[in-house]
Nanobody, 122 residues
């Protein structure tokens, strides 16, 4: 079974930090690419970042570059999103994703977690 489960969401003040976690099943974790999307109120689902497992290449949306960091723990089979210097515009439901290839389009990802809410106050 391919399963993903996010955790670590919550409320934080602007300028603060938050770390999201994604626990993955073995079949999910060994896929070529894992990443994060987010969706704020009234907005379309937005690509945030992803990481290629084979050589740990990372890619970030311009809106989060320099502030967010994606990483993986092979022992725990977990994906993380370290969020620093957060802004109110970062408020959204964050989703962990996995698939056989990497893409900035939400339609191209095969597997999704249930999402975790992040709220940033100004």
């Amino acid at each position: 079974q391919v399963q993903l489960m996010e955790s670590g969401g919550g409320s934080v003040q602007a300028g603060g930090s938050l770390k999201l976690s994604c626990a993955a099943s073995e079949s999910a974790y060994r896929l070529y690419c894992m990443g994060w999307f987010r969706q704020g109120p009234g907005k379309e689902r937005e690509w945030v970042a992803h990481r290629v497992r084979s050589h740990a290449s990372t890619y970030y949306a311009d809106a989060v570059k320099g502030r967010f960091t994606i990483s993986q723990d092979d022992d725990k089979k977990a994906l993380f999103l370290q969020m620093d210097s957060v802004k109110p515009d970062d408020s959204a439901v964050y989703y962990c994703v996995a698939g056989g290839f990497c893409s900035r389009s939400s339609r191209d990802w095969d597997y999704w977690g249930q999402g975790t809410q992040v709220t940033v106050s100004s």
